[in-house]
């Protein structure tokens, strides 16, 4: 009777132990994501500014528009077109908001000098930094398209309230939406979150290194490299690796068939055993390793 | 003779009380201007940079110069070689103009806005300068210095590209038989032109950039770039038509359209690469109504800027 007491006891004990040791390892990270939030409200103001435009055009197109038109082909046509544009500009806002997220990430807290506050917290250079390439690698994607779903379903209704009143089926309107945003969540995580991921990176390590102009020292040299190549050798394989590289990959844009029949035309088995996928991957990781190292030895500038 | 001894001393006296104030006008925006340079070393280094990667690269090309040529001078009709003679010198002149356009972008961006970040405007502020010539000296970066960096740095890289070029062909085999040069002076003038259009035609982007970065308390460039991107996207979306966002193009690219004839009189399409100086129209860029226009709009810009850097402190 007494060891098996023993036991549970010193598995309480050692559970108790354990629990305040993985409380401090996602605990810090967590907060260091939620102070990026604070820090930076740019990375939801942004989408969310530019989809409470999106609606304010399709409230004129419905209310105005639409209803003026007498043709119901035309009418219904209208309601129908701004689907994907507002897809295009949200996504492709939370893309500029990463983009300039990350040039600032590890510049900003070293130039207003609150990186003295932020290394004096128990909080490790690597937390730190794998928080920050966070942003932009998971949080802001799926928030876009967050913010995108929740903007498309007041769009439907709408839209909906529009063509039940002129008598016309709503399916048309929402069968797509539904498929395309099924699509669009495969997109943004194979190639937002996995297939940019060493833009993103590159992007952090310029901002942890640079003194000023980060933006110049991340563009340039790239484009230097493709000059030089380009006078010095009339070759293009530089640019050639960075236009694949922003292409996006094998998974790059969906077909058109890929709306209607996700399930066959997309590949998600030769998105994954892509080597490009994987040299990305490491590439990446190195950027990411970089930084950290950075980030241990720059003070404020 | 009294009277005429009397007016000396009097003009003298007169032009000693107007020298210091003249002084004092131009004197604070001199040291502004230097000040920008100072601090926003961004300004020219990156020029240079591109400079000399472009020079690495081209000594590297020269090694297989000689047959290329050769093979030019086999393969063409005696007027084309011109644009591809051309070639390189105006690749460099379009990289270091591409160069500029960034520098001067992100310069604006920063510019009102930098100083507001690390509280130094608290210090400059305390100078007896006034925020009209603070302003108008962080507005001359883009529209005046970086032009005339730019067109001095593209002449003197495409000086040493030609001696560079001239030494590699004198020391090849085939000598100077072969056509090796194009009218370098030519290109010159017609590169100060079009530097010169581009600063006027852009003025309002630039001074848009810094009425942001005296405005915004973070992210300039989204501030910049968002809310035109928002009204072209609402007039889209609502009315199905793109007249902002055709606005918006033709202040990023028309002034190619009004400052040069893009077509030889037989019609036919220019090749960039090689403008000749016949093909310019300043006249019908001076009398083009969007110029104006475009300039007034920069103007009330920089006013607006002047007014918001009176009232912005520190963030």
Not at chain 1, 19 to 35: D, K, Q
Not at chain 1, 221 to 234: S, T, Y
Not at chain 2, 5 to 14: C, I, M, R, W
Not at chain 2, 275 to 280: E, M
């Amino acid at each position: 009777m007494n060891t098996p007491s023993k036991a549970v006891s010193e598995s309480l004990l050692d559970s108790q132990r354990i629990e305040p040791a993985t409380m401090s390892a996602t605990r810090p990270m967590y907060w260091s994501v939620r102070r990026e939030f604070w820090e930076n409200r740019s990375i939801y103001i942004a989408p969310l500014a530019v989809a409470g435009v999106t609606l304010f055009g399709y409230l004129i197109a419905t209310m105005g528009y639409a209803m003026s038109t007498t043709n119901l082909a035309q009418r219904r046509a209208a309601l129908e077109g701004p689907f994907s544009f507002a897809t295009g500009l949200v996504i492709g806002t939370a893309f500029i908001v990463s983009i300039f997220y990350s040039l600032e990430a590890l510049h900003s807290d070293r130039r207003d000098r609150s990186i003295l506050f932020w290394k004096s917290l128990p909080v490790s250079d690597l937390t730190t930094v794998l928080s920050k390439a966070s942003i932009p690698l998971i949080v802001l994607p799926l928030l876009g398209f967050a913010i995108l779903l929740a903007t498309q379903l007041i769009m439907l209704l709408l839209g909906s309230l529009v063509l039940l009143g002129s008598g016309l089926s709503v399916a048309s309107l929402w069968t797509p939406v539904f498929q395309m945003s099924l699509v669009l969540l495969y997109h943004l995580v194979t190639v937002h979150m996995l297939w940019y991921a060493p833009i993103y990176s590159w992007l952090l390590l310029v901002s942890a290194w640079a003194r000023r102009a980060a933006f110049l020292w991340a563009a340039l040299p790239p484009l230097a490299i493709c000059g030089v190549e380009k006078i010095a050798f009339n070759t293009t394989h530089f640019a050639a690796m960075l236009g694949y590289r922003f292409a996006g990959g094998p998974e790059a844009i969906p077909g058109v068939d890929s709306f209607f029949d996700p399930m066959t035309q997309l590949t998600p088995g030769r998105f994954l055993s892509s080597p490009g996928l994987w040299i990305g991957l490491v590439i990446a990781a190195g950027f990411l390793a970089a930084a950290v190292r950075l980030r241990r030895y720059q003070g404020p500038i | 003779m009294n009277t005429q001894s009397n007016t000396v001393p009097e003009s003298h006296l007169d032009s000693q009380g107007i020298a210091p104030a003249a002084v004092s006008a131009t004197r604070p925006l001199y040291w502004s201007m230097q000040r920008e340079l100072w601090e926003n070393r961004s300004i020219y280094v990156p020029l240079l940079a591109v400079a000399a990667v472009y020079i690495l690269g081209f000594l590297i090309s020269l090694i297989w110069l000689p047959r290329s040529l050769r093979e030019l001078g086999a393969h063409h009709p005696v007027p084309e070689p011109i644009v591809v003679l051309a070639m390189p010198y105006s690749h460099a002149a379009m990289l270091l103009m591409v160069t500029g356009l960034i520098v001067g972008v992100f310069y604006s961006l920063d510019a009102l806005h930098g100083e507001r970040r690390d509280r130094s405007i608290l210090f400059w502020k305390s100078l007896p300068v006034s925020d009209l010539t603070t302003v108008l000296s962080k507005a001359s970066i883009p529209l005046v210095v970086l032009p005339l960096l730019l067109f001095t740095i593209t002449v003197t890289l495409q000086l040493i590209m030609l001696l560079l070029r001239f030494a590699a062909v004198t020391m090849s085999p085939a000598g100077a038989a072969t056509p090796w040069a194009p009218p370098l002076l030519q290109m010159e003038l017609v590169l100060l032109y079009s530097v010169i259009v581009l600063a006027l035609w852009h003025a309002p982007l630039y001074c848009w950039f810094l009425l942001v970065s005296g405005y915004a308390r973070r992210a300039t460039f989204l501030w910049a770039v968002l809310p035109p991107l928002a009204v072209a996207a609402v007039e889209y979306i609502a009315f199905h038509t793109s007249y902002f966002g055709l606005l918006l193009q033709d202040r990023l690219f028309g002034f190619a359209a009004d400052a040069f004839d893009l077509k030889d009189k037989n019609g036919v399409p220019l090749d960039p690469h090689f403008i000749p100086l016949t093909q310019l129209a300043p006249g019908r860029f001076l009398s083009s109504p969007s110029l104006w226009v475009g300039l007034l709009v920069a103007a009330a810009l920089l006013v607006a800027a002047v007014r918001l850097r009176r009232y912005q402190g520190p963030i």
